[in-house]
């Protein structure tokens, strides 16, 4: 039989809200791994992610294996994509050895996960290896949740901007008609805040980090300002809704 690769989306943080399938999935896996951040050469930065301290509440640590993934790097292509190479080849050795690996990762495995990148590695490493998904949790519902801040009614869309690719990006979706969610928005926190200002759009909005966790914060986005936020932290600008109950259908 062929190795299976799973990725398991283990939600934003908080232990409680890992999906019963995640759990069982982890659970069944013969080894769980989980994507550590890379020092400077490239080693083992020691520091424990948020989806390793999620994982350890459910599978023992002995069955948890630490691959090393250069995360959050945007500016050095080399280093990057060295980083994909190594950590798909210890993976790849170890589905020579077990029968099933689970990815764990925070968020869903198919919203903007490192899971994608590494899943592509295997099927040109290992082929005939299964690839599959547990959905997880995403951080936009978890502050959702959190906040009381209505994701979608109606007929209105919703948008996910990664502010990664630019504040412009954003400014652009805020001129829109519906919810618009910005992830990873913490190292542009300053072009957030204006770009919320020009729209009109700062009022309802809200944002968050470490949700679920010890340091967790929830504010108004009217409290932004020009200071360096989480790099993970979550925005939701809800869409204008003048119409009362049911405005939107």
Not at 113 to 120: D, E, H, P, R
Not at 213 to 234: C, N, V
């Amino acid at each position: 039989m062929s190795s299976r690769l799973i990725g398991v989306g283990v939600g934003p943080g908080d232990p409680e809200l890992v999906t019963v399938k995640g759990v069982n999935a982890l659970r069944a896996a013969d080894v769980v791994v989980v994507p550590v951040m890379a020092a400077p050469d490239g080693t083992d930065g020691g520091e424990r992610g948020r989806a390793e301290a999620t994982v350890l509440h459910y599978v023992p640590e002995e069955k948890v294996v630490r691959v090393v993934f250069a995360l959050n790097e945007r500016t050095d292509r080399e280093r990057r994509e060295a980083a994909w190479d190594a950590a798909g080849r210890r993976v790849a050795d170890l589905l020579g050895k077990f029968s099933s690996v689970a990815f764990a990762t925070i968020g869903d495995p198919n919203v903007y996960s490192t899971f994608t990148y590494l899943a592509q590695t295997i099927v040109e490493l290992v082929p005939g290896t299964g690839v599959e998904t547990v959905p997880g949790i995403t951080a936009m519902q978890d502050l959702a949740a959190r906040s009381g801040a209505v994701l979608t009614e109606g007929t209105e869309p919703l948008t996910l901007v990664p502010v990664t690719a630019g504040a412009a990006v954003l400014k652009e979706a805020l001129g829109g008609p519906g919810t618009v969610v910005a992830y990873k928005f913490g190292r542009q926190a300053r072009e957030v805040a204006e770009a919320l200002r020009d729209t009109g759009r700062v009022e309802d909005a809200v944002w968050g980090s470490s949700l679920g966790l010890p340091d967790e914060s929830i504010r108004s986005a009217a409290e932004l300002d020009d200071g360096p936020l989480p790099y993970l932290s979550t925005l939701i600008a809800p869409a204008r809704r003048d119409g009362g109950r049911g405005g939107k259908l």
